[in-house]
């Protein structure tokens, strides 16, 4: 079986168990976003700046791999035109099932985003693409791919793991894994991954992350750094994911 299929399998069972970046915002979410008061995540738990996307109003808003129901939902109602695309099935029927509580109108495109994405050049103003890259063996055509259907002057928001929770066991106090991790060069962590329900995850570099996304041609603008939100790392306040916003020139 293709490991994506494997991911997106994961992912469903995953969001049936209650996993939360499975579950869609509450009424009162949205609709304290109606009334402006509002913030979405690119990475754990910091809510990503405002400033970061401007005015929403009126803009098309592709969400890559960010089906779940809590940041289209958001968008939508600032006034954005929104169209998700996600490989998990239970992503996108909580995509849909909100969007019907609410009665807004969004594009929900159940794909996966190693593939060509299905849209024509220049057609979004900004691609929100929240940490998935992780289950993803090469992420420099995905930035390929934004970079293309994205509009000159268009935004790309990214959610990035820079690596170093692959490298600790589960308790976060012992390192026993190398990097990089691939399951798919490495038949005993494939066996693991598969056992432990991980999915099949794969860890990457800046040199991959911010340098692929440099090398397809954005301009970086801006950078932060976040922590997983919970356990030991995050206990001693050690950075594990960035999140960038990058200008297609």
């Known amino acids: 079986m293709e490991y994506q299929k494997i991911n997106s399998e994961t992912i469903d069972k995953w969001c049936k168990s209650g996993w939360e970046w499975g579950q869609p915002i509450k009424h009162e979410i949205y609709e304290a976003a109606l009334n402006g008061k509002w913030g979405v995540y690119l990475t754990p738990t910091k809510t990503v700046p405002h400033e970061w996307f401007g005015d929403l109003r009126g803009k098309k808003i592709l969400g890559l791999a960010s089906g779940g129901g809590q940041q289209m939902p958001v968008f939508a109602a600032l006034g954005a035109v929104c169209t998700v695309l996600d490989y998990s099935a239970e992503q996108c029927e909580s995509e849909r099932i909100i969007s019907e509580r609410e009665g807004y109108s969004i594009e929900i495109i159940q794909a996966d985003m190693t593939k060509p994405l299905p849209f024509d050049d220049n057609d979004f103003d900004i691609v929100f693409h929240p940490v998935s890259n992780c289950y993803v063996e090469e992420v420099k055509p995905i930035f390929k791919e934004c970079y293309r259907v994205l509009k000159s002057g268009g935004i790309l928001l990214c959610g990035l793991d820079i690596g170093i929770n692959f490298v600790f066991d589960e308790a976060e106090t012992e390192m026993i894994y190398k990097l990089p991790f691939n399951p798919l060069k490495d038949e005993k962590l494939y066996e693991e991954s598969v056992?432990?329900?991980?999915?099949?995850?794969?860890?990457?570099?800046?040199?991959?992350?911010?340098?692929?996304?440099?090398?397809?041609?954005?301009?970086?603008?801006?950078?932060?750094?976040?922590?997983?939100?919970?356990?030991?790392?995050?206990?001693?306040?050690?950075?594990?994911?960035?999140?960038?916003?990058?200008?297609?020139?």
């Open 195 to 249: 056992k432990n329900d991980w999915g099949i995850q794969f860890s990457h570099t800046l040199e991959e992350q911010i340098g692929g996304q440099l090398e397809a041609g954005f301009r970086l603008t801006d950078i932060y750094e976040d922590t997983n939100g919970i356990g030991n790392l995050h206990e001693h306040n050690i950075p594990s994911f960035i999140a960038t916003r990058a200008v297609k020139l």
